[in-house]
């Protein structure tokens, strides 16, 4: 029988995130586009997925195109202000009746068993209430929004009464008063407010656009960055001229800052988008964070298996010298760590020669993933700036492979013999390492 290796390695690989996220609550937030995509069953079987690993999840839909016919059946116009509909007490009912229809096709879905399909034997229970109390928007330079509104409060005890029964939350974009008006909410303030009531992991916005995060958005970005993003839009006239990615950066941003940890931005046209996003460490969108996820710091003992994943397959072929665990352990206040979302991604160990006002830079390495990114050089630089302030006047490295890498970062060849004493006496000539050596300033 043949091994899928490719399926191992993937499962393997998630397995960190599956343990991340049990317990977590997810906001995930869709329009009314994707609910009539041929995409958005199997976004419910991924949803069924999600649920079966223990994510508490609630779910936030829109209903915009649904709206719309129902007001074209009517031969209703409602004008929009800034991209903000203005609901009139007959388009309101256009709305109850075309967010109570999409309401139930989703619990529909959400409820299928049939066999043989990715939902049988599944079992969610979904669960919706007067979750929102709203208020209107009022008048804004002269024009009454009417029963257009804006969240005021969420219920968040009763959401995670649900939630911890287990239980789906779905979440429509109307919200109530406190005199029993009712009034037509936006999916992205609802869905923004509700994950910040919750303290939510992760908020979700599904794009309509068609297009992923390597053609329109960086990979990651921080409050601050989507923030000038938002004001100084690049030269990507996608972005610019994209109201819908501008409008999800500033949801994205305020979700951030009521403490949201993360926000990502994906594509509602690529099957299994939402489970590309979360179980691979290179993600499908675009990632929200208050602080970056890439950091440097001290090595702690707790990093020991991480560094050795990341330095075995380099001991092998040769480039490093073989380190075990004890000797990591003995030695793990000399390395540091280039951290990328919890994952290892580079080390460096810093040893001093203090009677030479020199010390040894030594396993240094980065993972294949991320070798053509700077990290190196930002590993690097990080390590020469802890010798000098160590009061170290000189770097050394041994090296049998990346000669032309070190030469490129300013060191320059040795031979063995000028080396500190002590690891002259350490030199191994039958591994016959060039010796490279670099003036701190």
Known sequence: MKLNTNFVTWFRSAAPYINTF??????????????????????????????????????????????????TENKLHTPHINGIRVTNSAALQCVKES???????????????????????????VSSGNFVTACPIGVINGCDFMYTGKVRKINAKAIHSFLTLGNVVLISPLGYSPTGEIF?????????????????????????????????????????????????????????????IIKLLNYATTASDGGVARIHLITRHI?????????????????????????????????????????????????????????????????????????IIGCAALYPFP???????????????????????????HIENKALTQGHKQLFVLTTHTTHWFIEHGFIEIPPSELPKAKQDLYNYQRLSKVFIKTLN
């Not at 991924?46 to 209903?63: K, P, R, Y």
């Not at 969108?285 to 397959?313: W, Y």
């Not at 001991?315 to 540091?336: C, M, P, S, Y």
């Not at 006002?357 to 991320?370: G, N, R």
């Open 22 to 71: 049990r317990g977590k609550t997810f906001v995930i937030a869709f329009s009314g586009k994707m609910v009539t995509d041929d995409n958005f069953i199997t976004l419910v079987h991924d949803i069924n997925l999600l649920t079966s690993l223990g994510v508490q999840l609630v779910l936030v839909h829109g209903a915009r195109p649904q709206i719309n016919a129902r007001l």
């Open 99 to 125: 967010i109570g229809r999409i309401h139930a096709e989703i619990e529909a879905l959400l409820s299928m068993g049939l066999p043989s399909s990715p939902m049988a034997n599944a079992s969610i229970h």
């Open 184 to 244: 037509n909410l936006t999916m992205e303030n609802v869905a923004t407010e509700v994950a910040i009531a919750l303290k939510a992991e992760k908020l979700i916005f599904h794009i309509d656009q068609s297009t992923n995060h390597a053609d329109l958005l960086p990979r990651e970005l921080t409050v601050t960055e989507s923030k000038q993003l938002i004001s100084h839009p690049p030269y990507n006239t996608t972005i610019k001229n994209s109201g819908e």
């Open 271 to 343: 099957d299994g988008a939402i489970l590309q996003e979360l179980f691979t460490h290179n993600g499908i969108g675009c990632m929200i964070s208050q602080t970056p996820l890439q950091t440097l710091r001290q090595a702690k003992v707790e990093d020991i298996g991480g560094i050795l994943k990341l330095i075995e397959p380099l001991e092998a072929q040769g480039i490093l010298v073989r380190r075990n665990r004890e000797l990591l352990e003995i030695e793990i206040e000399q390395f540091t760590i280039l951290e990328h979302d919890s994952m």
């Open 355 to 381: 009677n030479d006002q020199s010390c040894e830079l030594a396993c240094l390495a980065i993972h294949s993933d991320y070798s053509n990114s700077g990290n190196g050089g930002t590993l690097l630089a």
